[in-house]
């Protein structure tokens, strides 16, 4: 079983740990990640998440996971890359783009993009995680975005408009 830091309406953690299954009070929150891997040649990786999870079985998305107990999300960012991927970063890859208090859910999502020339022959791949992956255009993405075969939530555009600032900013 995960436990979670437990974090305020301003994103401050409490000092207390829930339990995965466990339920939180109105205006507690706990921290997961959002990893977008840009490639340099203009390719985002997606995953395709594996039909045995409980939620959005078969989807395509990005790297996603809740940050344990004790971490932060960088080192969650790291950890959830390195147990999806098998992708092994330095703390000095994953560059935080944003801060998101999913509506609707007691989420905060701190968002990710993670510039590396990744070749698919390099991952390693957690069946139980990440049926296949594939490179995508930013057009291309979009589109999977629009044809409901990506995982949806209501910030995907804005968050996806901040990472395309972002990688625009870093070239």
């Not at 996603?64 to 960088?74: F, H, I, N």
């Not at 960012?77 to 999806?84: A, F, H, S, T």
């Not at 801060?99 to 957690?126: N, Y």
Request: with cysteine.
């Amino acid at each position: 079983m995960e436990y979670w830091d437990i974090y305020d309406d301003k994103g401050k953690t409490t000092g207390r740990i829930n339990a995965e299954k466990g339920s939180l009070a109105p205006g507690e929150h706990h921290l997961a990640i959002e990893a977008w891997l840009w490639h340099p040649e203009g390719y985002f990786l997606i995953q395709k998440r594996s039909m045995s999870r409980s939620t959005f079985a078969g989807r395509w998305a990005h790297t996603t996971g809740r940050v344990q107990a004790g971490e932060d999300s960088l080192r969650g960012c790291l950890r959830e890359i390195k147990e999806e991927l098998g992708i092994s970063l330095s703390e000095e890859e994953p560059l935080l783009v944003k801060r998101v208090m999913k509506k609707g859910t007691p989420l905060i999502w701190d968002i990710f993009v993670v510039k590396r020339a990744i070749q698919v022959s390099e991952l390693v791949l957690d069946s139980t995680e990440v049926d296949s992956v594939r490179f995508v255009t930013p057009v291309e993405l979009l589109t999977i975005m629009q044809s409901g075969r990506f995982v949806d939530y209501p910030e995907i555009r804005e968050i996806y408009d901040a990472v395309m600032e972002q990688l625009m900013m870093q070239n």
